[in-house]
T-cell receptor, first 115, second 117 residues
Framework: AQSVTQLDSHVSVSEGTPVLLRCNYS??????LFWYVQHPNKGLQLLLK??????LVKGINGFEAEFKKSETSFHLTKPSAHMSDAAEYFC?????????????FGTGTRLTIIP | GAGVSQSPRYKVAKRGQDVALRCDPI?????LFWYQQALGQGPEFLTY????????KSGLPSDRFFAERPEGSVSTLKIQRTQQEDSAVYLC???????????????FGPGTRLTVL
């Protein structure tokens, strides 16, 4: 079985400073990894995904993540936080058992932006 | 274009009632997934359809949960004899690619918040 561990349940940063949300994964296969964002009362939105192409993945809204197999990590970063980045972020691994792409979510990291 | 839609957005049920939750996937999407998100948790997989075939129902928590997608488009998740522990947000996602494709990005609906009293 595959799993992800989000190392911080809550991260607070000041507006304009860098963001780092940490994620480690466990996988028996070559994984597909994703970051999704969930704003209050809104649906989950895909930020970016890694599917064995380039290890540095760029996503929407200035976010990026680097796949590091040696560290089994897929940390999410952004150079400069914006107030609109305040949300819940989920690190996700695909589970290809049964030949489907069911997603296994981490427990989430709540990002707070301090004005 | 239209995304994944779900209805109702909110549902309150008395314990023991049956409920039906609807998901309209993006037109043409082959794969459809249901997830359950408890308060303060990440979503957890319930079941997966490829067209009308239910290929994986390993995440359904009990035999009170039943899902169908008879014509390969709209799907319904039914919960019989609801219990308080069923209170959660139920999310539907669809994907253009069939299961097993590494390029199959899942697009999520807004969810149905179920509260069982």
């Amino acid at each position: 079985a595959q799993s992800v561990t989000q190392l911080d349940s809550h991260v607070s940063v000041s507006e304009g400073t860098p963001v780092l949300l940490r994620c480690n994964y466990s996988s028996s296969y070559s994984p597909s990894l994703f970051w999704y964002v969930q704003h209050p009362n809104k649906g989950l939105q895909l930020l970016l995904k890694y599917t064995s192409a380039a290890t540095l993945v760029k996503g929407i809204n200035g976010f990026e993540a680097e796949f590091k197999k040696s560290e089994t990590s897929f940390h999410l970063t952004k150079p400069s936080a914006h107030m609109s980045d305040a949300a819940e972020y989920f690190c996700v691994v695909s589970d290809r058992d049964f030949g489907n792409e069911k997603l296994t979510f981490g427990t989430g990291t709540r990002l707070t932006i301090i004005p | 274009g239209a995304g994944v839609s779900q209805s109702p957005r909110y549902k309150v049920a008395k314990r023991g009632q049956d409920v039906a939750l609807r998901c309209d996937p993006i037109s043409g999407h082959v794969s459809l997934f249901w997830y359950q998100q408890a308060l303060g948790q990440g979503p957890e997989f319930l079941t997966y359809f490829q067209n009308e075939a239910q290929l994986d129902k390993s995440g359904l928590p009990s035999d009170r949960f039943f899902a169908e997608r008879p014509e390969g488009s709209v799907s319904t998740l039914k919960i019989q004899r609801t219990q308080q522990e069923d209170s959660a947000v139920y999310l539907c996602a669809s994907s253009l690619a069939p299961g097993g494709s590494r390029e199959g990005t899942q697009y999520f609906g807004p969810g149905t918040r179920l509260t069982v009293l």
